[in-house]
């Protein structure tokens, strides 16, 4: 059940994104790398989503996106959207369609205008609905499902596009913790098995620490730190970007505990407790 698409690398050079005439990426150097998982995590309102947006562009952006080394400015529209696509926060539910139906919509590029759906159309979304889990959903119209299903679904539309290039923000959003877990596994076999080039914004420190191969810190809208998840999210670090205590204890069977300390509450007495661990 191979995804079909072809390894890149995505870079970019001193890109800066605008909403206006106010810049909210500044000068940002990036790069992304086939089957590899790219986490991009900083404070609410660092530019990490804009960042995103600018590359698949949806805002207004300065600087250079390549793919493989070629200028992707170069690319048309739809020759862009073979090759790239984001999930987004949020998306309009379009009525009247069933899954199925939506997840085909992601088949638009590959599609000539007025021409039918083909063998690979189809197979292409029979893989998809199947990868996300959305077998027994499929004929279910989207406005029936709850947010954590119709999250799958716009996921499962992306896979349907086949691109090489796969954009995800936020994506636990809406999900349970059970389907947290699975989207998160998802995403990482998308890199590990199907060779996908995958950029992923996290607020979940510790998701972005356990999915990802390297980290991007996103701060006031500039890059202020690239590299393992162990040497960039170290308490020192983290602590002066989210403005918090943040403790960062490395596990014996890999990864990151990552917390932060919130000041001590009053007792009944009026004595200070002990500070409470909260995940960051």
Not at 150 to 172: F, N, Y
Not at 201 to 226: C, F, K, S
Request: glycine share 10%; charged share 20%; proline share 5%.
């Amino acid at each position: 059940m191979q995804i079909n698409h072809t390894p890149a690398t995505l870079r970019t050079e001193s890109i800066s994104v605008s909403y206006g005439a106010a810049p909210v990426v500044i000068d940002a150097d990036i790069e992304l790398l086939p089957g590899g998982v790219t986490a991009l995590i900083g404070p609410n309102g660092s530019g990490k989503s804009t960042l995103l947006r600018g590359i698949c562009r949806l805002a207004q952006t300065r600087g250079q996106v390549t793919l493989d080394g070629s200028d992707s400015a170069a690319l048309s529209p739809r020759a862009f959207a073979r090759r790239l696509t984001i999930l987004a926060q949020q998306r309009p539910t379009p009525g009247g369609l069933t899954v199925t139906e939506v997840v085909e919509l992601g088949r638009h590029p590959h599609r000539r205008r007025f021409s039918r759906t083909d063998d690979a159309s189809r197979r292409a979304v029979q893989r998809a609905i199947e990868l996300t889990g959305l077998e027994e959903l499929a004929h279910r119209p989207v406005t029936e499902l709850s947010g954590g299903q119709l999250q799958r679904v716009w996921l499962a539309t992306c896979l349907a596009q086949e691109t090489d290039v796969l954009l995800l923000d936020e994506p636990t959003t809406f999900l349970d913790l059970k389907h947290q877990m699975s989207l998160l596994d998802l995403i990482r076999d998308l890199a590990d098995t199907h060779g996908l080039t995958i950029g992923v914004v996290l607020h979940d420190l510790e998701q972005a620490a356990d999915i990802a191969d390297r980290v991007i810190l996103v701060a006031e809208g500039r890059i202020t730190a690239t590299g393992t998840p162990a040497e960039v999210m170290t308490a020192e670090r983290l602590s002066g970007t989210f403005g918090v205590d943040i403790q960062v204890t490395e596990l014996p069977f890999g990864g990151l505990a990552v917390r932060a300390q919130r000041a001590g509450r009053r007792g009944a007495a009026g004595q200070l407790t002990e500070p409470a661990l909260l995940s960051a």
